[in-house]
């Protein structure tokens, strides 16, 4: 007797949940500080997409956990992981600094192309993401998302040291 790959998926579903959660309300709880940090990394307006970023992981989370429209917040956050990769290695990040960006997206990926599992309350088609013309437009809008961003100065010499 085997463990089914719906159970499967509900475990990499609460722990993607967990995840998002986790960072997502310490950006919720204090959104002044959190837009100070994005407009540092070069993002702005801050408050923005500090406020976005805070919303997917946070709200993106819940949904994820619950099975609510899982595999689009899954999409979502995957977007944010690459942005994430792109900006850690325009900056010059060593790979244990991007490299969780690169699990937390694969998790994404397995989200959106097999469901949420187990005790799913609605689905998202999110294989409709998956298609070679919708990769390719968001690679490159998350690689230009991290060019065009330009560093505080404190970042780029934390970089450096």
């Known amino acids: 007797m085997y463990i089914g790959t719906n159970w499967i998926l509900l475990l990499v579903r609460i722990v993607l949940a967990s995840v998002l959660t986790h960072y997502g309300w310490a950006k919720i709880r204090d959104p002044s500080s959190n837009a100070r940090d994005f407009a540092e990394m070069g993002f702005k307006p801050g408050m923005l997409w500090g406020t976005l970023i805070a919303g997917v992981e946070f709200f ?12 689009l917040a899954a999409a979502l956050f995957g977007f944010q992981m690459m942005v994430g990769t792109f900006w850690k290695l325009k900056i ?13 997206f694969v998790i994404c990926l397995v989200v959106m192309s097999q469901g949420t599992g187990a005790l799913t309350l609605k689905a998202f088609p999110g294989y409709i993401f998956l298609r070679w013309d919708v990769a390719a437009a968001s690679f490159l809008a998350a690689f230009l998302f991290a060019a065009l961003s330009r560093p505080h100065a404190k970042i780029s010499q934390q970089t450096a040291n």
Request: aromatic share 16%; hydrophobic share 40%; no cysteine.
């Open 60 to 71: 993106g989370g819940l949904a994820i956990l619950v099975g609510l429209w899982g595999e």
């Open 92 to 104: 010059g990040k060593p790979f244990s600094d991007y490299s969780y960006d690169l699990q937390l």
